[in-house]
């Protein structure tokens, strides 16, 4: 797969997601405004790379201030933490990168060097990046195991290599699933209103070989009805302590299609997409975008003009509806309250660089 995003010496990188799959372009970003702009555009879009470009929003911003001290340099990059926490609120994993560079900041201040930090914060983006491929394989792993040997897997949305910073999650884990000889045809609902799933992962599994047939979203239920499918698996913006998911607008629909025909339904994503704090699904922000996105595809108008339109980017996926959650430390099952604790302070103990396979003190079904 072409590099979803990257680190460079003029700026960073990003493969705009606008464009695919007609066009296959990359924008460069050359100060932290630009990457805020991008996130908040969707140029860079899915949890794990939001997360990755804030990281490198936040050492670019650090690098290019003019900033003579650490005091100085503290107080400009809370304003660069402040503009790229500003731009999508539902996908934690943006916070979690934020604050993961707020805390790289503190402990190379010690030093009193404003240019040890400055060089700190740009080796920590770089390095979130790397782990962040190393704990999508490491979820293909996990998940592998859990897809059928041969048929048709669902999947909504784009939770693939495009949505990372390298390999994915959801389709990371068909990828692991077909490297491990499974032979695996997959249904990719188109995912209105900005087609992720027609542009990106049809797009990303056409370069990959693997089979790829698109739906629209709205036949989702007559294939889990009547078409063979034996899993659906999705990727999450951001999940609640008792297992609540977040994930694209129409993910709900497709779970509790999912468990009416007796199809399991599985979420995967990193760790860091856990948010403990949080006891349900019900406190998780739903980000409402622009309605235009409803109302036009390609600039072409497909609501008559004064309709007014609903627009937000995500539902809430009770956990009730989930059979299991894969992470790089292992597969969570119900009751989730335990076993996403587990998991969690699992990963915690094993420390940000050890995403790469080895398990946790959970088993891989999350019993501990």
Not at 27 to 51: F, K, N, S
Not at 160 to 171: E, N, R, S
Not at 261 to 267: A, D, L, Q, S, T
Request: aromatic share 4%; charged share 20%; with cysteine.
């Amino acid at each position: 797969m072409l590099p979803t995003l990257e680190w460079t010496d003029a700026g960073v990188r990003l493969l705009d997601q606008k464009l695919l799959p007609g066009r296959v372009e990359y924008r460069l970003c050359r100060d932290y405004r630009e990457v805020a702009a991008a996130i908040r555009d969707m140029t860079v879009r899915g949890a794990p790379a939001i997360g990755v470009a804030a990281a490198m929003g936040a050492a670019l911003g650090a690098r290019q201030s003019r900033a003579a001290t650490v005091a100085a340099l503290r107080g400009e990059f809370d304003e660069i933490l402040a503009a790229l926490a500003a731009t999508r609120p539902t996908a934690v994993n943006l916070f979690w990168a934020l604050d993961r560079m707020r805390r790289k900041f503190d402990a190379a201040a010690a030093s009193g060097d404003a240019e040890a930090v400055r060089a700190a914060l740009v080796a920590e983006a770089q390095r979130i990046a790397a782990e962040d491929i190393a704990i999508n394989q490491a979820i293909g792993r996990h998940g592998a195991a859990l897809l059928p040997a041969a048929g048709r897997v669902l999947t909504h949305c784009n939770a693939g290599a495009l949505a990372t910073a390298g390999f994915g999650t959801a389709l990371g884990v068909i990828r692991a699933a077909v490297a491990a000889g499974k032979r695996i045809e997959v249904l990719a609902d188109e995912t209105r209103p900005f087609l992720q799933g027609a542009r990106l992962t049809a797009w990303e599994l056409q370069q990959d070989g693997i089979p790829t047939t698109v739906i629209t979203d709205n036949m989702a239920g007559h294939f889990l009805r009547t078409g063979g499918i034996g899993a659906v698996v999705v990727g999450a913006d951001r999940i609640a302590a008792n297992g609540d998911v977040a994930n694209k607008i129409g993910t709900y629909a497709v779970a509790v299609l999912a468990k009416e025909n007796g199809v399991p339904f599985y979420v995967a994503a990193p760790t860091s997409t856990l948010d403990l704090s949080l006891p349900s699904g019900e406190q998780i922000p739903i980000e409402q975008r622009d309605a235009r996105e409803v109302k036009e595809i390609q600039g072409v108008a497909v609501v008559p003009e004064g309709v007014a339109v609903f627009n937000p980017a995500f539902d809430i996926t009770p956990h009730r509806y989930v059979s299991a959650i894969i992470t790089e430390a292992g597969v969570a099952r119900p009751p989730y309250a335990a076993s996403l604790a587990r998991l969690r302070a699992g990963a915690e103990d094993r420390g940000p660089r050890s995403g790469g396979g080895e398990r946790s003190g959970a088993a891989p079904d999350g019993r501990g």
